[in-house]
Each structure stands twice: as structure tokens, then as C-alpha cells.
């Protein structure tokens, strides 16, 4: 997709992250909605084959040309989303949450327009998943898989701090020697939000084995104020972490599909729970924002419903 967009969309995307906060990630998808979105509208307004829509250029579109649009002209988007690109509901519900933050930027914030097309418009509904999960039985199995190779220490930390935090990928990835103070962790998640944890002993007896046994070996390591160092000596990425975890599932026999570290933040939050988190502690321990994200960890398994059932003291009260 051509990277020329119009100063307006410029625009929303530095609000996006100097007054938003959003990360650099989030901004990238943002401007791929609504580029994509335009590109659309201009394709159907020049009668341009659908497959050449990413010949489309769009940098010339002004707010005179975007005051047109309706709320009709999104709805054929999405549709043209579903059914063409095979969007899933996931997908297209970013979409139309993106399309909403702009129209609003655009009328709230700019004053640029006088009607919002996308004030009525109605997000695909996503049906609720449980969150795929080890149990504590397969993750200690899932550990086994961390083979003693040059990095058995750095991955093993990797490993304590997923499965004990429930950090996410990109929070370990941006983790520094100066994030750990004693046994507190600072974390800066999404949006550049600030938290902090406390290490448990796994947590800082495998880091300390680390920085003691292998860190100081890599090359570059005085230089790089990064934890966790590739063998290059440079920071890991979150793609070098997917690949890490994927090893390690496979090595260890457990073959659990897809396994992720995302799975490891799941499967953290959901033994944490079981374990007797209380929802608030929970939410502050993952960095969510609502407590309505952390709650779709609180999910319980059919036989453990089965016995709150079994064990109510009402049933040993039944006499007939």
C-alpha cells in the first residue's frame, strides 16, 4: 500500500500519539484503516476494479471531499471487508472503531466537519472465546522444554517472567537493566502506561542466575541498557520471543497448539486467578485498563462448576 496519505490523516495520527498516548503500533494500524478506507471510497467513486485498489492515491484527498461521506459509504466498506478481504468480526470491529475515532477527531476536536457518518454506525459483534491456556500440570511440562543451549538462562528468565507476571510480549522486550529496583519491577505497557510489580522468587532467582552466569558474556552487553540480549548483543524482538517460546513448546513434548506469549500472559492471569487473585489486584498486575478485559480470565472449567454445585451445603441438606 503507497505510504502518500493526505495532511489530514497526518494529522489525526500525531494526535493519536502526542495527545492519545497510543504506541506507534496502534497508529500504524489506525493509518492502514483509513487508508484502506479511502482508498475504497475513491476506487468505487472512479469505477477502478476492486484488485487494483491499492494503485489508488488517495494523498490529494481534501476535508471538502471527506464532508461527503455517509454513513452508507462506511457500511459498504465493511461489507466490502467481510466479503471481499475475508475480514473476521475481530477485524472489521477495529475498523470500525478506527473510523469512529477519526470522524470524532474530526468534528470534536477540528471542528471540521458538522455531522459524523460514523455517530450511528454499529460494531460487528465478536463472539466471547475463552482464552486458550495451559494448567498448571501442562505448563511445568512446557518448562522442560527450555533446552540447555547458550541461552538456557536468559530464556528460562523469559519464561518465569511471562508465567509469573503475565507480562506481555512487547512489555518484556522493552524491559532495562534500570526497570528492576530490588524486588519491584517497573513496567511501561500500552499507551506508555507506567505499573509496577513485585518479583517473586522465581522471578528474581532466575534473573539473578542470568545476569550472573551469561548476560555479561554477550557481546555489547556493558553498552546495551536492554535485559534481555539477543546474541548479537541487541535488544530481542517481539517476532525473536515468538520463535523462543514456539522452540520451547515443541522441545518439550507438550505440543500444545499454538502457544504464544501471548498463551503465556493467558495462562499466567487464568493460575493466578484460580490461585485466589481478586479481580482489582489481577487487573493491576496486567496493566488493563477496565477491569471488564481482565475479567475474561475469571472463566472456570465445567467440572469446578460442577463441584461449587456438588458442595453446596444445600445439597447435603436434602432429605427426600
Not at 500500500?1 to 497508529?27: A, Q
Not at 465493511?78 to 478506527?98: D, F, G, I, L, P
Not at 512446557?142 to 538456557?152: A, C, E, P, V
Not at 493491576?284 to 460442577?306: A, C, P, W
Request: glycine share 4%; hydrophobic share 35%; aromatic share 8%.
Amino acid at each position: 500500500m503507497k505510504r502518500e496519505i493526505p495532511k489530514i490523516l497526518k494529522d489525526f495520527l500525531v494526535y493519536l500519539t502526542t495527545i492519545k498516548g497510543k504506541s506507534i503500533r496502534t497508529r500504524k494500524e489506525y493509518e492502514y484503516d483509513i487508508t484502506l478506507f479511502f482508498k475504497f471510497l475513491k476506487l468505487m467513486e472512479e469505477d477502478i476494479e476492486l484488485s487494483k485498489i491499492h494503485n489508488v492515491n488517495i494523498k490529494e484527498i481534501t476535508i471538502d471531499w471527506i464532508r461527503e461521506i455517509s454513513l452508507e459509504d462506511i457500511y459498504l466498506f465493511m461489507e466490502y471487508c467481510e466479503v471481499q478481504r475475508q475480514n473476521s468480526a475481530a477485524s472489521r470491529a477495529r475498523k470500525a472503531a478506527t473510523l469512529k475515532s477519526f470522524f470524532k477527531y474530526l468534528k470534536g476536536k477540528r471542528k471540521l466537519i458538522e455531522d459524523n457518518p460514523a455517530d450511528e454506525l454499529e460494531t460487528p459483534k465478536i463472539g466471547k472465546k475463552k482464552p486458550i491456556y495451559m494448567n498448571l500440570e501442562e505448563a511445568e511440562i512446557f518448562i522442560t522444554g527450555i533446552k540447555r543451549s547458550n541461552h538456557y538462562y536468559r530464556n528460562y528468565s523469559i519464561i518465569m517472567f511471562f508465567l509469573n507476571l503475565g507480562l506481555r510480549v512487547s512489555e518484556v522486550c522493552s524491559l532495562n537493566l534500570t526497570s528492576i529496583q530490588d524486588n519491584i519491577l517497573r513496567i511501561v505497557g500500552k499507551g506508555d502506561k507506567e505499573r509496577t510489580v513485585f518479583l517473586n522468587n522465581a522471578c528474581t532467582e532466575s534473573l539473578r542466575i542470568y545476569m550472573e552466569k551469561e548476560r555479561h558474556l554477550i557481546q555489547g552487553a556493558n553498552t546495551n541498557e536492554a535485559l534481555f540480549l539477543s546474541q548479537k548483543g541487541t535488544r530481542l524482538t517481539r517476532q525473536t520471543v515468538a520463535k523462543i517460546v514456539k522452540q520451547i513448546n515443541q522441545n518439550s513434548g507438550l505440543n500444545k497448539e499454538s502457544i504464544t506469549p501471548h498463551k503465556l500472559r493467558h495462562t499466567s492471569a487464568t493460575i493466578m486467578y484460580k490461585n485466589g487473585a481478586d479481580i482489582r489486584s489481577l487487573q493491576h498486575i496486567l496493566g488493563h485498563t477496565s477491569v471488564s478485559t481482565t475479567q475474561i480470565y475469571t472463566h472456570v472449567e465445567d467440572k469446578e462448576i460442577q463441584n461449587v454445585i456438588e458442595n453446596n451445603p444445600f445439597n447435603q441438606l436434602s432429605k427426600i
